[in-house]
């Protein structure tokens, strides 16, 4: 087994010359986008998967009080043997919501249950499992401390302490540590508007006949899927024909109602359509490519105060550029606070094809080898166009642009699909 591959000749690597890597597209986007303005207050309820746009400070402890961590004995930490046993007289019980009324005095023990508040004069808690109940008595043993199994008040959340700052996307977490707050609403960012529109006249929606060099329209269903579970508001535009003024129409339109406009198809050298033609012309255009596989072929720009995405027709390269180049730079639209998306490194179980000049997203399957060690398999054939190998992978497989074949047993990093969204 290897942990590097081989070193590859650097005159190799030709293809990467002219256009950006990944990271620098990243950081070119970055530095170009400014996220949007506008909020809106929501019930807590309806928040699943917004964008907080304001900073929670915590209203109260959490919790509100002392409580117990464990069922058992309330107990004075100060009648506790430091050697073999006490027996301590059981004076009531303490229920969560229903507290023990009155002073713990010397000698004495309350039965207490989880959540419940510790009663007056008590500060530790033996768990149950320590204790041996006769009756009205419990008999406790050495080699417990002051304090233990107690919760204490603002343990949690102190009082103006800051639990949540803007940017935060609220999951279900969040709104349950909201909820523990009292807190009914929050306010939000406005749904990033994202506008969609395939381009080619060899495609068709979905009911209608195919003919002779015709396919079905999938990227549109690929993208309102990776859209609709970042939470923006999606306008599909359809699919809009290879004619210069169908072309520069749904660029206006788009342009006019939406804050990025998505297109897939019509961004490669030498393709029959008007895509870059109308981007040159109506708005302004970054890069058209990077040294990225699958997915050369991606142009960013902006279309009046539209952002502009080009995404190739391939149906894996739509899904490949989308997670690794279009969803954080909408994230970051949308004023998430973003973070780089979990990589792991584990060994390949075979040898993985590859030629040096792009970062390679392989498709993978990431499982628990027979040792019990972590290995990720390939998912089968590579093709842009293989769709269906996406569907069988869990993740990607990231090959730097410089590497060129992977050997059995090498170290490689993977990107688990469940990570990116």
């Given at each position: 087994?290897?942990?590097?591959?081989?070193?590859?000749?650097?005159?190799?690597?030709?293809?990467?010359?002219?256009?950006?890597?990944?990271?620098?597209?990243?950081?070119?986007?970055?530095t170009a986008l400014v996220p949007i303005t506008g909020f809106e207050c929501l019930a807590l309820r309806n928040a699943l998967g917004r964008v907080l746009a304001e900073e929670i400070t915590s209203p109260l402890d959490v919790?509100?009080?002392?409580?117990?961590?464990?069922?058992?004995?309330?107990?004075?930490?100060?009648?506790?043997?430091?050697?073999?046993?006490?027996?301590?007289?059981?004076?009531?019980?303490?229920?969560?919501?229903?507290?023990?009324?009155?002073?713990?005095?010397p000698g004495q023990a309350v039965r207490i249950m989880t959540g419940a508040v510790i009663p007056g004069g008590a500060d530790t808690v033996i768990m149950q499992e320590a204790a041996v109940r006769e009756g009205e008595t419990v008999r406790l043993g050495a080699g417990h401390k002051r304090?233990?199994?107690?919760?204490?008040?603002?343990?949690?959340?102190?009082?103006?302490e800051v639990v949540l700052s803007p940017g935060k996307r609220l999951n279900p977490v969040e709104l349950g540590l909201l909820a523990s707050l009292g807190v009914p609403e929050v306010k939000v960012s406005r749904r990033l508007r994202v506008a969609i529109f395939s381009t080619g006249d060899e495609l068709r929606s979905l009911g209608q006949p195919l003919g002779e060099g015709q396919i079905y329209d999938s990227n549109r269903y690929t993208l309102h899927g990776l859209l609709s579970r970042l939470g923006t508001e999606i306008i599909d535009m359809g699919v809009i024909p290879d004619q210069r003024e169908a072309i520069s129409e749904a660029f206006t339109m788009a342009s006019q109602v939406a804050d990025v406009l998505i297109t897939s198809g019509g961004v490669s050298v030498g393709e029959a359509d008007y895509v870059k033609e109308t981007l040159e012309a109506l708005g302004q255009v970054d890069f058209w490519k990077i040294a990225m596989k699958p997915g050369k072929p991606l142009a960013f720009g902006r279309v009046s105060d539209a952002v502009f995405f080009g995404l190739p027709g391939n149906p894996v390269s739509v899904m490949a550029t989308f997670y690794q180049v279009v969803q954080p730079s909408l994230r970051h639209l949308m004023g998430q606070s973003v973070t780089e998306a979990l990589r792991i490194t584990v060994r390949t179980a075979e040898r993985l094809k590859k030629s040096p000049g792009r970062q390679d997203f392989q498709r993978g399957i990431l499982e628990r080898g027979a040792d019990g060690e972590w290995v990720v398999h390939s998912a089968g054939r590579q093709g842009s166009h293989v769709l269906s190998g996406v569907s069988r992978a869990n993740c990607f497989i990231v090959l730097p642009a410089e590497w060129g074949d992977v050997e059995a047993g090498t170290l490689v990093e993977v990107q688990p699909f469940e990570g990116l969204v």
């Open positions: 087994m290897t942990d590097v591959p081989k070193p590859q000749d650097p005159c190799l690597a030709t293809e990467k010359r002219g256009m950006l890597s990944v990271d620098e597209a990243l950081g070119r986007i970055r919790p509100g009080y002392d409580n117990s961590g464990m069922d058992g004995y309330a107990v004075r930490a100060a009648d506790l043997p430091e050697e073999g046993e006490v027996t301590l007289t059981v004076v009531g019980t303490a229920f969560a919501g229903q507290p023990f009324q009155g002073e713990l005095r304090g233990e199994n107690v919760r204490r008040a603002g343990e949690d959340m102190a009082r103006g």
